[in-house]
């Protein structure tokens, strides 16, 4: 891990003093290995394959947040505060996302992906599907929002969402959101949504039982669950061309026959990987697993 580490990151880490703004602090090669080395072994997050300018960024807000310039202090804080490795998690992770997001790619997969998955299913068990990067489960219960009101899914799907963050899994789990969180959920679903104390809000039972979420880091390969449909919406960004296409053969292999992958707005299939999947919708970023 250290000689990888020491590859990867010879770049120099550098954090504005957050209250004499033209002095710079660096970090040294050392300090950098030490604290790729202990996310890696602690929070088990390999971040020398994520891109590295955005890791550098990441970092530097948590350390400018907390008006620590000096690494050594922030190295021993990891080691003291039990709770400083979930903040900084939550730093490394951006957990952006709201109820259908990117309306026309939920439209898209109600249209053409959700009739054809449940065709082709197998009728003795249930289809499959896995939301990588779920954070707070907006999307796998967007999508368990869509499949309940078709007759012909009852029952007959199962919904995984992860992340690597537990406080965000936390709060999936807990399924509780603000009225204005809600605000993005269509009209024709809106009888699902249920009111707690405190006006807060959450969902009826048969939406959250189709949906389990378990905390998972995208690059354990050998730990991807077998799926029918795999969302991977604004994940593939964060890694370098390599790591990705590491990424996307996995997840071909782990793809039923015939089965879908949805990448976000942003991203492209690595040239590596393209000759796994089949384009169904180049503009949602709709692909489909080909046949062996």
């Not at 602090?25 to 300090?31: A, G, S």
């Not at 393209?274 to 970023?285: G, H, I, K, Q, Y």
Request: net charge positive.
């Amino acid at each position: 891990m250290g000689n990888r580490v020491g590859n990867h990151r010879r770049q120099v880490l550098t954090i504005l003093d957050p209250v004499v703004e033209d002095i710079t602090h660096v970090w040294t090669t050392d300090q950098q290995d030490r604290l790729c080395r202990w996310i890696h072994q602690t929070l088990g997050i390999d971040v020398c394959s994520y891109k590295q300018p955005y890791v550098h960024r990441r970092i530097q807000a948590r350390l400018r947040k907390l008006r620590i310039s000096d690494p050594e202090k922030y190295l021993a804080l990891l080691e003291k505060d039990p709770a400083e490795p979930d903040h900084l998690i939550n730093a490394l992770t951006v957990n952006v996302t709201q109820f259908f997001r990117n309306p026309s790619t939920f439209a898209m997969l109600e249209e053409k992906v959700y009739p054809e998955l449940f065709q082709m299913a197998d009728p003795g068990r249930p289809v499959r599907i896995w939301s990588l990067g779920c954070a707070g489960g907006e999307e796998p219960f967007s999508m368990s929002l869509q499949l309940a009101v078709h007759r012909a899914y009852h029952r007959r799907y199962r919904i995984l969402g992860t992340d690597v963050s537990h406080a965000v899994l936390d709060r999936a789990r807990k399924a509780l959101y603000d009225a204005d969180q809600l605000d993005s959920v269509p009209e024709k679903y809106r009888r699902e949504i249920q009111a707690q104390e405190e006006g807060r809000f959450t969902f009826s039972r048969t939406i959250k039982q189709a949906v389990r979420f378990r905390r998972q880091d995208i690059l354990d390969l050998d730990q991807y669950p077998i799926s029918d449909l795999v969302l991977c919406r604004n994940v593939l960004i964060y890694f370098d061309r390599t790591r990705q296409a590491e990424i996307l053969h996995r997840l071909a292999f782990c793809l039923a026959d015939d089965g879908y992958l949805v990448l976000g707005r942003a991203e492209t299939l690595a040239v590596e990987a393209r000759d796994l999947f089949d384009c169904v919708d180049s503009a949602e970023r709709i692909y489909r697993k080909k046949r062996s």
